[in-house]
């Protein structure tokens, strides 16, 4: 199904576990700028440099470096996508109105406290990316990476001052989106506070009953 998606909710809201999944399930090109942005900083590359004090502090990449990551990836891209972690202002939704059009805008609803538990017990793969927590996904063998045997790490910027920074980011510049995409009758809000099953299943069947 050619579905064109973007995946809204708070910093560990499930945004990234999900992305994953519903692109496996659904054919989907998952394009993370939050990932793409990583990737181009253990790179060392000149979008890297530049995004990687704003992403130390907890802060938005500006919006022009961000968008042409967006450009780039959409350019020849066939099928549908899901975008995980853009557009993360009004600013970057109307860049991407200019773009391509959007289908679905789902949201991920999760209240504060369970946010800043999911971080504090985040770990990714410094391989392959793949994102672990402590209780809810654990690794077989603590610290290494079930999928590629790499070093599991703490996020620097998944420290508790960078989460609230970060959270203050997204209230302040991100949730005005939800607006924006009910406004178009294009948005649907998914309870993100059960198990990644549950909530995988239930994204699943919006998703589908929402393009029947
Ligand atoms: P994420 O993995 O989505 O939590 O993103 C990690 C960090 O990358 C954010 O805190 C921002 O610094 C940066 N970032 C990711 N996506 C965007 C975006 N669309 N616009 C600006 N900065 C972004």
């Known amino acids: 199904m050619d579905t064109r998606i973007v995946l809204l909710g708070a ?3 499930g945004k990234g576990t999900q992305a994953k999944r519903l692109c496996g399930e659904l054919g989907l090109t998952l394009i993370s700028t939050g990932d793409l942005l990583r990737q181009a900083v253990r790179d060392n590359t000149p979008l890297g440099i530049e995004a990687h004090e704003y992403m130390e502090a907890g802060k938005l990449v500006p919006d022009k470096l961000v968008v042409g990551l967006i450009e780039e990836k959409l350019e020849d891209l066939k099928g549908g996508f899901l975008l995980d972690g853009f557009p993360r202002n009004l600013e970057q939704a109307r860049m991407l109105d200019a773009i391509t059009d959007i289908d679905i805008a789902v949201e991920l609803d999760v209240d504060e406290d369970m946010i800043v538990d999911r971080i504090a017990k985040r770990r990714s793969c410094r ?3 793949e994102v672990y927590h402590l209780i809810a996904k654990s690794t077989k ?11 599991l790490y703490q996020r620097s910027d998944d420290s508790e001052e960078t989460v609230r920074k970060r959270l203050a980011v997204y209230h302040e510049e991100t949730q005005p989106l ?3 995409y009910k406004n178009r009758n294009i948005l649907v809000k998914i309870n993100g506070r059960d198990t990644i099953d549950e909530v995988y299943h239930r994204t699943i069947d919006a ?5 029947n």
């Open 207 to 211: 998703v589908q009953n929402f393009r």
């Open 11 to 13: 910093p560990g809201s």
């Open 178 to 180: 939800i607006e924006f």
């Open 127 to 129: 391989q392959c990316g």
């Open 141 to 151: 063998e603590s610290g290494i990476c079930d999928k590629c045997g790499g070093e």
